[in-house]
């Protein structure tokens, strides 16, 4: 059983940076493809970006690619999402989530979820 908890978000302006955090408990962790998905009132959860369970594979959205980083750390359980350059379309509630298996891009593949953060960006 893996449990997530993000923080981080929060209001910016356009051009701005959050870095957005999420820290599991559990000791299957580092186990865990992790991704960061976000959602909008009346959309579908969006696919924002993912890694693997040992670091060394990445993967963006085209939306975000070049802008967002995603880091994990292991050792303390936790997987990053750095966002800079940001603009009020990245404006949505940012979650966190770790799969064990499938494809990354995919919200259905992953087996658990934390609550949510939101993430506001003003023009």
């Known amino acids: 059983q893996v449990q997530l908890v993000e923080s981080g978000g929060g209001l910016v302006q356009a051009g701005g940076s959050l870095r957005l955090s999420c820290a599991a408990s559990?000791?299957?962790?580092?186990?865990?493809?992790m991704g960061w998905f976000r959602q909008t009132p009346g959309k579908e959860r969006e696919f924002v970006a993912a890694i693997s369970w040992s670091g060394s594979y990445t993967y963006y959205a085209d939306t975000v690619k070049g802008r967002f980083t995603i880091s994990r750390d292991n050792a303390k359980n936790t997987v990053f999402l750095q966002m800079n350059s940001l603009n009020p379309e990245d404006t949505a509630v940012y979650y966190c989530?770790?799969?064990?298996?499938?494809?990354?891009?995919?919200?259905?593949?992953?087996?658990?979820w934390g609550q949510g953060t939101q993430v506001t960006v003003s023009s």
């Open positions: 989530a770790g799969r064990a298996s499938g494809n990354y891009k995919y919200a259905p593949n992953y087996d658990y």
């Open positions: 559990g000791r299957t962790f580092s186990t865990y493809g």
